[in-house]
């Protein structure tokens, strides 16, 4: 028998919250891509590409904060590049790793708004770093478009597949 590995837990978690949240979406999971962690969703109105990530690179930041990192590798970029192109709508779900208490970590979802404004569907982007950070009087999630707050996109915990 074949062992299972830790991410694979917690990409099951997101898959299985996604489809569960969207019932009224009626949507269908296929696994027709090459890469693990990439699958196709279908609604009665979209495609979808889901990619999953994880961070586990959780720090403190001053003004009572948390922030990961994650970097989407170049191969990943020309993919969310391709699927824009199409009108397949991209998603991707991160999962937020608490290794000291695997109950406290969240999914967060980014969509193709998150993406255009990190400027991952210009011709030259390559490969690209994301810094999340949660302040403990918010309730959003905040995606760094730059160095500046002001500048700040917020990112939701649950995803309608109806965006």
Do not use: C
Request: aromatic share 10%; glycine share 4%.
């Amino acid at each position: 028998m074949s062992n299972l590995a830790n991410v694979d837990f917690y990409y099951g978690a997101v898959l299985s919250h996604l489809l569960t949240s969207n019932k009224e979406h009626n949507p269908s999971l296929i696994e027709d891509s090459d890469e693990r962690r990439v699958f196709n969703i279908m609604t009665d109105k979209h495609s979808y590409m889901l990619r999953l990530h994880k961070s586990e690179e959780k720090r403190d930041v001053k003004g009572d904060a948390i922030s990961w990192t994650f970097t989407l590798p170049y191969k990943a970029v020309q993919g969310l590049q391709s699927n824009y192109k199409k009108d397949i709508r991209n998603v991707i779900a991160l999962v937020l790793v608490d290794a000291k208490k695997l109950s406290d970590s969240r999914i967060i979802y980014f969509t193709d708004t998150h993406l255009e404004a990190k400027g991952v569907f210009k011709e030259s982007a390559k490969s690209l770093g994301m810094t999340v950070r949660k302040y403990s009087n918010k309730n959003d999630y905040l995606l760094f478009i730059d160095k500046k707050i002001e500048n700040a996109m917020p990112v939701k915990q649950n995803l309608n597949l109806n965006y």
